[in-house]
């Protein structure tokens, strides 16, 4: 039954998404592996994080779309999430489905062991962790773009044009915030809906996932912001910023000048270590408390 609702879902959402063009055919097919891999969970919560971030993600992308066109020139390109984007926004977290299903598939928390426990909750908040940063950037990045003042550089908090890797704004952070704790919130609800009983008991810990979505949430998008102003570089193209530039197409354009960072990673590279980073310090944030 699990698993006809896992192929049920991710049809669903893999085609909705393909026919509103927020997802390419190899984005879709990579979008259907995290979705089997996480909605055949047993726990609800990895759909219910999954969904917040996936949902909320795709309408502030295509949020004031002419408007962002207008500010950054590569707007039309990424607003069509391909393979790359969905694995680097999601491969960690279903790995992390896949590993809390291997060990506690079909297992009801009263009936688990200290150290079986803490295990799940150290995959809960991994998978957490992880979200909460690609939704908390994402938010973020679509709605501090609208910002009505420049941003500023993370590292020399100097202004910098719109569309600047790096750079953050005061809508920026506030969408960070709510980015993370949208994902806490939904992590919450269903954790407590589906494990109501084990809380009750005792067996499960009373943890407020909404704040360490927000928590989580703007620390993975502050470390997204240092990586982008150092390791990725962003250019000034016709009074523009732009990013992710080939060397080839930095040969054939003139009055190219470079704004901030190093060509080392794309920002896909950059969104997946940001993510990575930050759930290995939610890991080791529940290693001490525990």
């Known amino acids: ?36 891999s996480t909605a055949s969970n047993d726990n609800l919560m990895f759909t219910a994080v999954l969904i917040a971030f996936f949902v909320s993600s795709t309408f502030w992308t295509k949020y004031q779309a002419k408007t962002k066109q207008k500010i950054d020139p ?26 809390y299903q291997y ?23 991994a998978y957490i962790g992880f979200y909460s940063c690609c ?4 938010w973020a990045s679509e709605l501090g773009t609208l910002s009505s003042n420049w941003p500023i550089l993370i590292t020399t908090l100097k202004p910098v044009p719109p569309g600047t890797n790096g750079a953050i704004s005061k809508l920026g952070i506030l969408s960070s915030f709510a980015g993370g704790a949208v994902v806490g919130l939904a992590a919450d609800i269903a954790l407590w809906v589906q494990y109501f009983a084990a809380y009750r008991s005792g067996a499960m810990p009373k943890i407020p996932y909404n704040m ?21 570089a962003s250019y000034l193209v016709n009074r523009q910023a732009v990013s992710d530039l080939s060397a080839e197409e930095l040969r054939n354009m003139d009055g190219v000048q470079v704004i901030a960072g190093k060509n080392i990673l794309s920002n896909n590279l950059v969104n997946f270590f940001s993510s990575a980073a930050t759930t290995v310090v939610a890991v080791c944030i529940l290693k001490m408390l525990i």
């Not at 999601?90 to 489905?97: D, E, K, M, T």
């Not at 928590?215 to 990725?232: E, F, M, P, R, W």
């Open 212 to 232: 360490l979505g927000l928590l989580l949430g703007t620390l993975g998008s502050l470390i997204d912001s240092v990586l982008g102003a150092t390791v990725q």
């Open 1 to 36: 039954m699990r698993v006809l609702f896992a192929i049920a879902l991710t049809s669903y959402l893999c085609f909705n998404s393909l026919r509103k063009r927020s997802l390419s055919k190899s984005g879709a097919a990579a979008a259907a592996f995290v979705g089997l």
């Open 74 to 99: 590569t707007y039309t390109k990424v607003s069509e999430r391909d393979r790359k984007q969905v694995l680097c926004n999601g491969g960690v977290g279903s790995l992390i489905s896949l590993m």
């Open 103 to 125: 060990n506690f598939n079909g297992c009801k928390p009263e009936d688990l062991t200290a150290d079986q426990r803490r295990l799940m909750v150290l995959l809960t908040w």
């Open 135 to 138: 939704a908390a950037d994402t």
